[in-house]
């Protein structure tokens, strides 16, 4: 099963749950649902169909550990919006142009 996560600031990462592990997470992920995740892997994603902008993959393991909670605090759909006035000021430095958005790419940068 693949995922995609989203961080409060819209970066986005994919995650993979093995098969066999499915039934164990499938009750505890749902869309638009926050988490705190622990114990879980992070590797090079390899992946020949990558659905994200990201060289790493979350992994699953049995001991990973999913605990809801209340709110969410961060961007909805990942997007990240800069004022023009921003941009003209170069406080968008970090930012990828795609087409007429800009998505921030620091927390790609730092990975």
Known sequence: MEIIFID?????????????????????LQE???????????????DLYKVVVQPYKINFYRCTTVTHVRGWQ?????????????????????AL???SMLLDCDFLWRS
Request: charged residues 25%; hydrophobic residues 40%.
């Open 74 to 94: 961060g961007v909805e759909y990942g997007f990240n919006f800069r004022a023009y006035e921003d941009i003209l000021q170069g406080e968008a430095l970090n």
């Open 8 to 28: 409060e600031k819209g970066a986005k990462i994919q995650a993979g749950i093995k098969s066999h592990l499915i039934p164990v997470f499938d009750g505890q």
């Open 32 to 46: 638009d649902a926050v988490v705190i995740m622990s114990k879980f892997g992070v590797g090079e994603n390899k």
């Open 97 to 99: 142009s795609v087409g």
